[in-house]
Protein backbone atom coordinates (compact mmCIF):
# COMPACT_ATOMS: atom_id res chain seq x y z
CA UNK A 1 0.00 0.00 0.00
CA UNK A 2 1.41 3.19 -1.13
CA UNK A 3 0.18 6.89 0.05
CA UNK A 4 -0.91 7.24 -3.55
CA UNK A 5 -3.10 4.26 -3.39
CA UNK A 6 -5.03 6.52 0.15
CA UNK A 7 -5.37 9.54 -2.07
CA UNK A 8 -6.93 7.46 -5.07
CA UNK A 9 -9.26 5.79 -2.10
CA UNK A 10 -10.27 9.17 -0.99
CA UNK A 11 -11.32 10.11 -4.92
CA UNK A 12 -12.95 7.03 -5.11
CA UNK A 13 -15.38 7.88 -1.85
CA UNK A 14 -16.21 10.98 -3.27
CA UNK A 15 -17.39 9.20 -6.77
CA UNK A 16 -19.33 6.80 -4.57
CA UNK A 17 -21.20 9.86 -2.73
CA UNK A 18 -21.87 11.39 -6.32
CA UNK A 19 -23.25 8.41 -7.81
CA UNK A 20 -25.50 7.63 -4.90
CA UNK A 21 -26.86 11.69 -4.66
CA UNK A 22 -28.00 11.49 -8.51
CA UNK A 23 -31.20 9.59 -7.38
CA UNK A 24 -31.09 9.73 -3.59
CA UNK A 25 -31.42 12.74 -0.82
CA UNK A 26 -29.99 11.33 2.43
CA UNK A 27 -30.15 13.41 5.72
CA UNK A 28 -26.40 14.77 4.99
CA UNK A 29 -24.88 15.26 1.31
CA UNK A 30 -21.54 14.41 2.82
CA UNK A 31 -21.26 11.09 2.87
CA UNK A 32 -19.26 10.33 6.56
CA UNK A 33 -22.19 11.98 7.93
CA UNK A 34 -24.66 9.42 7.10
CA UNK A 35 -25.91 7.27 9.48
CA UNK A 36 -29.16 4.67 10.18
CA UNK A 37 -31.37 4.80 7.03
CA UNK A 38 -28.96 6.26 4.84
CA UNK A 39 -26.63 3.75 5.35
CA UNK A 40 -28.98 1.00 4.96
CA UNK A 41 -30.67 2.57 1.88
CA UNK A 42 -26.97 3.04 0.19
CA UNK A 43 -26.53 -0.76 0.89
CA UNK A 44 -29.38 -1.65 -1.00
CA UNK A 45 -28.03 0.35 -4.06
CA UNK A 46 -24.91 -0.88 -3.61
CA UNK A 47 -26.59 -4.88 -3.83
CA UNK A 48 -28.98 -3.83 -7.14
CA UNK A 49 -26.02 -1.81 -9.21
CA UNK A 50 -23.01 -3.63 -8.19
CA UNK A 51 -24.48 -6.73 -6.98
CA UNK A 52 -22.57 -6.99 -3.56
CA UNK A 53 -22.58 -5.66 -0.48
CA UNK A 54 -20.45 -4.13 2.59
CA UNK A 55 -21.05 -4.60 6.36
CA UNK A 56 -22.24 -1.80 8.45
CA UNK A 57 -18.82 -2.05 10.40
CA UNK A 58 -17.00 -1.71 7.09
CA UNK A 59 -18.82 1.37 6.18
CA UNK A 60 -18.26 3.21 9.44
CA UNK A 61 -14.25 1.88 9.09
CA UNK A 62 -14.14 3.58 6.03
CA UNK A 63 -16.23 6.18 5.50
CA UNK A 64 -16.43 7.85 8.93
CA UNK A 65 -12.76 8.50 8.84
CA UNK A 66 -11.14 10.72 6.24
CA UNK A 67 -8.25 10.09 5.26
CA UNK A 68 -8.52 6.15 6.10
CA UNK A 69 -5.07 5.19 7.58
CA UNK A 70 -5.79 1.63 5.51
CA UNK A 71 -7.26 0.49 1.88
CA UNK A 72 -9.82 -2.25 2.65
CA UNK A 73 -9.40 -5.45 0.66
CA UNK A 74 -9.38 -5.99 -2.93
CA UNK A 75 -12.80 -6.98 -3.42
CA UNK A 76 -14.73 -3.93 -1.52
CA UNK A 77 -12.06 -1.79 -3.64
CA UNK A 78 -13.54 -3.57 -6.82
CA UNK A 79 -17.14 -3.47 -5.25
CA UNK A 80 -16.68 0.24 -4.54
CA UNK A 81 -15.21 1.17 -8.05
CA UNK A 82 -18.07 -1.09 -10.28
CA UNK A 83 -20.72 1.11 -8.21
CA UNK A 84 -18.72 3.82 -9.56
CA UNK A 85 -19.00 3.21 -12.76
CA UNK A 86 -15.86 1.36 -13.73
CA UNK A 87 -15.02 -1.87 -14.07
CA UNK A 88 -11.99 -2.43 -11.59
CA UNK A 89 -10.33 -0.85 -8.46
CA UNK A 90 -7.06 -1.02 -11.21
CA UNK A 91 -9.62 0.92 -14.04
CA UNK A 92 -10.16 3.34 -10.84
CA UNK A 93 -6.81 4.34 -10.48
CA UNK A 94 -5.59 4.11 -14.24
CA UNK A 95 -8.42 6.98 -15.45
CA UNK A 96 -7.15 9.34 -11.91
CA UNK A 97 -3.75 9.02 -12.62
CA UNK A 98 -1.51 11.91 -10.37
CA UNK A 99 1.57 13.91 -12.07
CA UNK A 100 4.05 11.08 -12.22
CA UNK A 101 2.46 8.10 -11.33
CA UNK A 102 2.98 5.15 -13.11
CA UNK A 103 0.46 2.20 -13.35
CA UNK A 104 2.31 -1.44 -14.55
CA UNK A 105 0.60 -4.08 -15.92
CA UNK A 106 3.36 -6.53 -16.18
CA UNK A 107 4.83 -5.20 -12.52
CA UNK A 108 6.13 -7.95 -10.66
CA UNK A 109 3.92 -9.54 -7.95
CA UNK A 110 5.56 -9.97 -4.47
CA UNK A 111 4.67 -13.18 -2.35
CA UNK A 112 1.66 -11.86 -0.62
CA UNK A 113 0.04 -11.09 -3.88
CA UNK A 114 1.12 -14.52 -5.18
CA UNK A 115 -0.41 -16.49 -1.85
CA UNK A 116 -3.65 -14.33 -2.13
CA UNK A 117 -3.84 -15.19 -5.98
CA UNK A 118 -3.17 -19.36 -5.00
CA UNK A 119 -5.69 -18.74 -2.10
CA UNK A 120 -8.59 -17.22 -3.89
CA UNK A 121 -8.06 -19.48 -7.61
CA UNK A 122 -7.45 -22.21 -5.44
CA UNK A 123 -11.52 -21.72 -3.75
CA UNK A 124 -13.03 -21.55 -7.04
CA UNK A 125 -14.36 -23.98 -9.02
CA UNK A 126 -13.26 -25.11 -12.52
CA UNK A 127 -10.10 -22.37 -12.19
CA UNK A 128 -6.61 -24.04 -13.23
CA UNK A 129 -4.30 -24.39 -10.46
CA UNK A 130 -0.94 -24.76 -12.37
CA UNK A 131 -0.85 -21.42 -13.28
CA UNK A 132 -0.47 -19.93 -10.37
CA UNK A 133 2.01 -22.13 -8.59
CA UNK A 134 4.05 -21.68 -12.35
CA UNK A 135 6.40 -18.66 -11.02
CA UNK A 136 7.72 -20.83 -7.85
CA UNK A 137 8.03 -23.66 -10.30
CA UNK A 138 10.08 -21.70 -12.41
CA UNK A 139 12.12 -19.97 -9.45
CA UNK A 140 12.93 -23.37 -8.56
CA UNK A 141 14.44 -24.63 -11.80
CA UNK A 142 16.29 -21.45 -11.80
CA UNK A 143 17.94 -22.57 -8.94
CA UNK A 144 18.62 -25.85 -10.44
CA UNK A 145 20.28 -24.67 -13.39
CA UNK A 146 22.85 -22.50 -10.97
CA UNK A 147 23.63 -25.78 -9.27
CA UNK A 148 24.18 -27.45 -12.00
CA UNK A 149 26.25 -25.09 -13.72
CA UNK A 150 28.79 -24.94 -10.05
CA UNK A 151 29.35 -28.48 -11.07
CA UNK A 152 32.24 -28.70 -13.21
CA UNK A 153 32.60 -32.21 -13.50
CA UNK A 154 28.46 -32.75 -14.35
CA UNK A 155 28.45 -30.07 -16.89
CA UNK A 156 29.76 -31.78 -19.97
CA UNK A 157 26.94 -34.19 -19.24
CA UNK A 158 23.99 -32.11 -18.86
CA UNK A 159 24.87 -29.89 -21.50
CA UNK A 160 22.07 -31.06 -23.58
CA UNK A 161 19.47 -30.57 -20.62
CA UNK A 162 20.47 -27.04 -19.66
CA UNK A 163 19.87 -26.51 -23.47
CA UNK A 164 16.63 -28.27 -23.48
CA UNK A 165 15.75 -26.11 -19.86
CA UNK A 166 16.32 -22.89 -21.20
CA UNK A 167 14.02 -23.97 -24.23
CA UNK A 168 11.37 -24.91 -21.88
CA UNK A 169 11.91 -21.48 -19.84
CA UNK A 170 11.72 -19.50 -23.25
CA UNK A 171 8.43 -20.78 -23.76
CA UNK A 172 7.10 -20.31 -20.66
CA UNK A 173 8.04 -16.59 -20.58
CA UNK A 174 4.87 -15.83 -22.62
CA UNK A 175 2.79 -17.74 -20.14
CA UNK A 176 4.24 -15.98 -16.90
CA UNK A 177 3.90 -12.48 -18.49
CA UNK A 178 0.20 -13.31 -19.03
CA UNK A 179 -0.52 -14.24 -15.85
CA UNK A 180 1.54 -10.58 -14.60
CA UNK A 181 -0.54 -9.15 -16.75
CA UNK A 182 -3.86 -11.01 -15.80
CA UNK A 183 -3.51 -11.51 -12.19
CA UNK A 184 -5.55 -9.11 -10.91
CA UNK A 185 -8.38 -9.05 -13.42
CA UNK A 186 -8.54 -13.22 -12.75
CA UNK A 187 -9.02 -11.97 -9.16
CA UNK A 188 -11.86 -9.40 -9.91
CA UNK A 189 -13.32 -11.88 -12.00
CA UNK A 190 -13.47 -14.27 -9.19
CA UNK A 191 -14.57 -12.05 -6.84
CA UNK A 192 -17.18 -10.09 -8.26
CA UNK A 193 -18.91 -13.75 -8.80
CA UNK A 194 -17.96 -14.49 -5.12
CA UNK A 195 -19.33 -10.89 -4.17
CA UNK A 196 -22.61 -11.26 -6.52
CA UNK A 197 -23.91 -14.62 -4.95
CA UNK A 198 -23.27 -12.76 -1.39
CA UNK A 199 -25.73 -9.99 -2.24
CA UNK A 200 -28.48 -12.50 -3.70
CA UNK A 201 -28.33 -14.38 -0.26
CA UNK A 202 -30.56 -12.53 1.17
CA UNK A 203 -33.06 -13.30 -1.65
CA UNK A 204 -31.95 -16.85 -1.54
CA UNK A 205 -32.29 -17.66 2.26
CA UNK A 206 -35.18 -15.43 2.72
CA UNK A 207 -39.03 -16.14 2.92
CA UNK A 208 -41.91 -14.56 2.23
CA UNK A 209 -44.90 -13.63 4.55
CA UNK A 210 -48.34 -11.89 3.86
CA UNK A 211 -49.91 -9.95 6.27
CA UNK A 212 -53.60 -8.71 5.61
CA UNK A 213 -55.83 -6.50 7.92
CA UNK A 214 -59.39 -6.19 9.04
CA UNK A 215 -61.54 -4.01 11.27
CA UNK A 216 -61.97 -5.83 14.44
CA UNK A 217 -65.60 -4.62 14.73
CA UNK A 218 -67.06 -4.88 11.51
CA UNK A 219 -64.79 -7.94 10.02
CA UNK A 220 -64.31 -5.46 7.25
CA UNK A 221 -60.98 -4.04 5.39
CA UNK A 222 -59.14 -1.27 7.26
CA UNK A 223 -60.71 2.14 6.14
CA UNK A 224 -57.68 4.12 6.43
CA UNK A 225 -54.03 3.94 5.12
CA UNK A 226 -51.61 2.09 7.71
CA UNK A 227 -48.15 2.62 8.96
CA UNK A 228 -46.44 -0.28 9.66
CA UNK A 229 -42.75 -0.27 11.23
CA UNK A 230 -40.28 -3.25 11.12
CA UNK A 231 -38.31 -3.15 14.20
CA UNK A 232 -34.38 -5.07 14.14
CA UNK A 233 -31.75 -4.81 16.64
CA UNK A 234 -29.06 -2.45 16.06
CA UNK A 235 -30.69 -0.94 13.55
CA UNK A 236 -32.92 1.89 12.38
CA UNK A 237 -36.90 1.14 11.85
CA UNK A 238 -37.98 0.21 8.03
CA UNK A 239 -41.47 2.34 7.82
CA UNK A 240 -44.18 1.28 5.23
CA UNK A 241 -46.95 2.39 4.21
CA UNK A 242 -49.98 0.20 3.46
CA UNK A 243 -53.24 1.64 1.35
CA UNK A 244 -56.75 0.29 2.46
CA UNK A 245 -57.58 -3.10 1.26
CA UNK A 246 -53.87 -4.01 0.29
CA UNK A 247 -52.03 -6.67 2.53
CA UNK A 248 -48.42 -6.64 3.43
CA UNK A 249 -45.27 -8.49 2.35
CA UNK A 250 -42.32 -9.03 4.11
CA UNK A 251 -39.34 -11.22 3.16
CA UNK A 252 -36.75 -12.19 6.03
CA UNK A 253 -34.17 -14.71 6.94
CA UNK A 254 -34.67 -13.92 10.30
CA UNK A 255 -36.32 -15.96 13.02
CA UNK A 256 -38.05 -13.45 14.77
CA UNK A 257 -40.41 -10.48 13.68
CA UNK A 258 -41.83 -7.36 15.51
CA UNK A 259 -43.74 -4.88 13.34
CA UNK A 260 -45.50 -1.37 15.37
CA UNK A 261 -49.03 -0.85 13.94
CA UNK A 262 -50.69 2.74 13.72
CA UNK A 263 -53.49 4.58 12.03
CA UNK A 264 -55.72 7.28 12.66
CA UNK A 265 -58.74 5.47 13.21
CA UNK A 266 -57.22 2.47 14.56
CA UNK A 267 -55.41 1.64 18.13
CA UNK A 268 -51.62 1.34 18.07
CA UNK A 269 -50.99 -2.49 17.68
CA UNK A 270 -47.44 -4.11 18.29
CA UNK A 271 -46.74 -7.28 16.75
CA UNK A 272 -44.14 -10.02 18.13
CA UNK A 273 -43.98 -13.01 15.66
CA UNK A 274 -41.58 -16.02 15.96
CA UNK A 275 -40.82 -16.90 12.28
CA UNK A 276 -39.73 -20.43 12.92
CA UNK A 277 -43.37 -22.44 12.59
CA UNK A 278 -45.31 -19.19 11.42
CA UNK A 279 -47.64 -19.68 8.23
CA UNK A 280 -47.00 -17.80 5.76
CA UNK A 281 -50.08 -15.34 5.81
CA UNK A 282 -52.14 -14.04 8.56
CA UNK A 283 -54.91 -11.57 9.27
CA UNK A 284 -54.35 -9.00 11.97
CA UNK A 285 -57.97 -7.46 13.68
CA UNK A 286 -57.12 -4.14 14.28
CA UNK A 287 -59.70 -2.40 16.85
CA UNK A 288 -60.92 0.84 16.04
CA UNK A 289 -60.68 3.97 18.02
CA UNK A 290 -64.58 4.88 18.18
CA UNK A 291 -64.25 8.22 18.69
CA UNK A 292 -61.52 9.09 16.12
CA UNK A 293 -63.71 7.02 13.96
CA UNK A 294 -66.76 9.03 14.79
CA UNK A 295 -65.08 12.76 14.09
CA UNK A 296 -64.18 11.48 11.10
CA UNK A 297 -67.52 9.86 10.20
CA UNK A 298 -69.49 13.62 10.65
CA UNK A 299 -66.65 15.36 9.13
CA UNK A 300 -67.44 13.72 5.49
CA UNK A 301 -71.27 12.78 6.47
CA UNK A 302 -73.54 14.76 3.61
CA UNK A 303 -76.35 16.66 5.21
CA UNK A 304 -77.86 17.55 1.87
CA UNK A 305 -78.30 20.98 3.30
CA UNK A 306 -81.18 19.86 5.86
CA UNK A 307 -80.77 22.46 8.51
CA UNK A 308 -81.75 19.75 11.32
CA UNK A 309 -79.25 17.47 9.85
CA UNK A 310 -76.24 20.06 9.90
CA UNK A 311 -77.34 21.05 13.39
CA UNK A 312 -76.90 17.40 14.42
CA UNK A 313 -73.71 17.06 12.65
CA UNK A 314 -72.46 20.58 14.33
CA UNK A 315 -73.22 19.27 18.03
CA UNK A 316 -71.75 15.79 17.11
CA UNK A 317 -68.12 17.28 16.19
CA UNK A 318 -68.34 19.81 18.95
CA UNK A 319 -68.78 17.29 21.65
CA UNK A 320 -65.92 15.30 19.79
CA UNK A 321 -63.26 17.78 19.49
CA UNK A 322 -61.30 19.52 22.58
CA UNK A 323 -61.65 23.41 22.52
CA UNK A 324 -57.94 24.15 22.14
CA UNK A 325 -57.71 21.23 19.44
CA UNK A 326 -54.65 22.17 17.03
CA UNK A 327 -55.97 21.35 13.16
CA UNK A 328 -54.12 21.69 10.51
CA UNK A 329 -55.06 21.30 6.57
CA UNK A 330 -52.41 19.99 3.82
CA UNK A 331 -52.56 21.09 0.43
CA UNK A 332 -51.80 19.37 -2.79
CA UNK A 333 -49.32 22.14 -3.99
CA UNK A 334 -45.71 23.64 -3.94
CA UNK A 335 -46.96 27.68 -3.50
CA UNK A 336 -49.46 26.90 -0.33
CA UNK A 337 -49.02 24.07 1.71
CA UNK A 338 -50.65 23.91 5.24
CA UNK A 339 -53.51 25.94 7.16
CA UNK A 340 -53.92 25.98 10.78
CA UNK A 341 -57.54 26.32 11.69
CA UNK A 342 -59.38 26.50 15.04
CA UNK A 343 -62.35 24.47 15.90
CA UNK A 344 -64.85 26.24 14.58
CA UNK A 345 -63.56 26.74 11.04
CA UNK A 346 -63.08 22.99 10.97
CA UNK A 347 -66.07 22.30 12.05
CA UNK A 348 -67.57 25.09 9.61
CA UNK A 349 -65.71 23.89 7.16
CA UNK A 350 -66.79 20.32 6.73
CA UNK A 351 -70.52 21.27 7.69
CA UNK A 352 -70.36 23.46 4.14
CA UNK A 353 -72.38 21.82 1.44
CA UNK A 354 -69.60 21.26 -1.24
CA UNK A 355 -68.86 17.98 -3.78
CA UNK A 356 -65.18 18.31 -2.44
CA UNK A 357 -65.81 16.94 0.90
CA UNK A 358 -66.27 13.36 -0.19
CA UNK A 359 -62.14 13.54 -0.79
CA UNK A 360 -61.12 14.45 2.60
CA UNK A 361 -58.91 12.14 3.84
CA UNK A 362 -57.59 12.32 7.90
CA UNK A 363 -53.67 11.57 7.82
CA UNK A 364 -53.39 12.25 11.59
CA UNK A 365 -55.78 12.30 14.51
CA UNK A 366 -54.93 12.32 18.29
CA UNK A 367 -57.46 12.57 21.25
CA UNK A 368 -56.78 13.44 24.88
CA UNK A 369 -57.41 10.49 27.80
CA UNK A 370 -60.72 12.42 28.37
CA UNK A 371 -61.45 10.74 24.70
CA UNK A 372 -61.48 14.63 23.23
CA UNK A 373 -60.05 15.05 19.76
CA UNK A 374 -56.99 17.39 20.49
CA UNK A 375 -55.10 17.36 17.37
CA UNK A 376 -56.40 16.61 13.33
CA UNK A 377 -53.97 16.74 10.16
CA UNK A 378 -56.06 16.39 7.14
CA UNK A 379 -56.23 17.22 3.47
CA UNK A 380 -58.28 17.65 0.75
CA UNK A 381 -57.53 15.79 -2.47
CA UNK A 382 -57.52 17.57 -5.61
CA UNK A 383 -60.76 16.18 -7.93
CA UNK A 384 -60.17 17.53 -11.78
CA UNK A 385 -64.05 16.53 -12.33
CA UNK A 386 -65.02 19.15 -9.42
CA UNK A 387 -63.28 21.52 -11.20
Known amino acids: MTDLDILHFEQLKKDVQAQYLKEYTPSYDDISKWKGIDIIYFQEDLRKKAKGNISEKSFYTYFKNSPVTKLPRIDMLNLLSIYAGYDSWYEFKKQHLFAGELLKDDEDLDDDDLKEIEKIVFTAPNLPQNDITLKKQEEKTADNEVLQKSNTENQSIIHN???????????????????????????????????????????????????????????????????????????????????????????TKDKNLKMQ???????????????????????????????????????IKDANGDPEELKRKRNQLESLISNNAVIYQIYDNNIYGIERLDKQKYITLVT????????????????????????????????????
Request: net charge positive.
Open 261 to 299: ISSPFYEYLEINRSLENAPDEEIIELKPDDYKMAAYYFS
Open 352 to 387: TPTTSLKNLSVIEMKKDNNGKIISIKFKIATDEKNK
Open 161 to 251: KDINTKTNSEEQKPKKSFIKKNAWALITSVLVVLTGLLGFKDVIFSKTYKYCFTDADRGLGVVNTLEIKVIKENESPILYKIKPGECFYYS
